[in-house]
């Protein structure tokens, strides 16, 4: 079955980088992605990375796939206040069908900034 | 220009109520789904739909239905509301079927049941 793990929470101070860490179990995964949840809004898709890559690297956002430990992990460097949020890591779903695909989440991790 | 709008936003009811929760996508996309994000933000996969065919059901009571008139849209209709559908449910889009876009999700319609 598919499991995808996070840490519920993590604190860091405002310009340091925060490193959110993300375990899943399904190596048939293709795609694996972070998403952003802002207090009271819709999830907004902030990066993927393509189960070939190692890195992928976007503005102050990098992200790092070992695919031997199955852990995928975002980093977002200087980070500011703005980024407080919840951070979802989801694998992407084959079905043996070869129905469509969804997206198992992890439960979350709430992202917390100190000034 | 919203990609993936839900309406309503907010949906509050009594028990054993029936109500609907409906998505519509400008997207072109062929893939549609439902998500329910529960009160500790857990998130869920529930329905998708492909060319009006549904393709997954991920052992969501019955009293859940989705219903697709077309590509478009994608609606969730529930029947006999309980308490323990409260919740935040999301419906999003993608493109192809099979491991390769990401998926768009609308904002959210948050369900409250009295």
């Known amino acids: 079955g598919e499991d995808v793990e996070q840490s519920l929470f993590l604190s860091v101070r405002e310009g340091d980088s925060s490193v959110i860490n993300c375990t899943y179990t399904?190596?048939?995964?293709?795609?694996l992605y972070w998403y952003k949840q802002e207090p009271g809004a819709g999830l907004q898709l902030l990066t993927y990375i393509f189960s070939n890559m190692d890195m992928k690297q976007d503005q102050r956002l990098t992200v790092l796939l070992n695919k031997k430990d199955k852990h995928l992990s975002l980093r977002i460097a200087d980070t500011q206040t703005g980024d407080s949020a919840i951070y979802f890591c989801?694998?992407?779903?084959?079905?043996?069908?070869?129905?469509?695909?969804?997206?198992?989440f992890g439960k979350g991790t709430h992202l917390i900034i100190q000034p | 220009d919203t990609a993936v709008s839900q309406t309503p936003k907010y949906l509050v009811t009594q028990m054993g109520n029936d109500k609907s929760i409906k998505c519509e996508q400008n997207l072109g996309h062929d893939t549609m789904y439902w998500y329910k994000q529960d009160s500790k933000k857990f998130l869920k996969i529930m329905f998708s739909y492909n060319n009006k065919e549904l393709i997954i059901n991920e052992t969501v009571p019955n009293r859940f239905s989705p219903k697709s008139p077309d590509k478009a849209h994608l609606n969730l209709h529930i029947n006999s509301l309980e308490l323990g559908d409260s919740a935040v449910y999301f419906c999003?889009?993608?493109?192809?079927?099979?491991?390769?876009?990401?998926?768009?999700f609308g904002p959210g319609t948050r369900l409250t049941v009295l």
């Open positions: 399904d190596s048939s995964s293709t795609y």
């Open positions: 999003a889009s993608t493109h192809s079927r099979q491991g390769a876009d990401t998926q768009y």
């Open positions: 989801a694998e992407s779903i084959m079905y043996s069908g070869g129905g469509a695909d969804g997206l198992t």
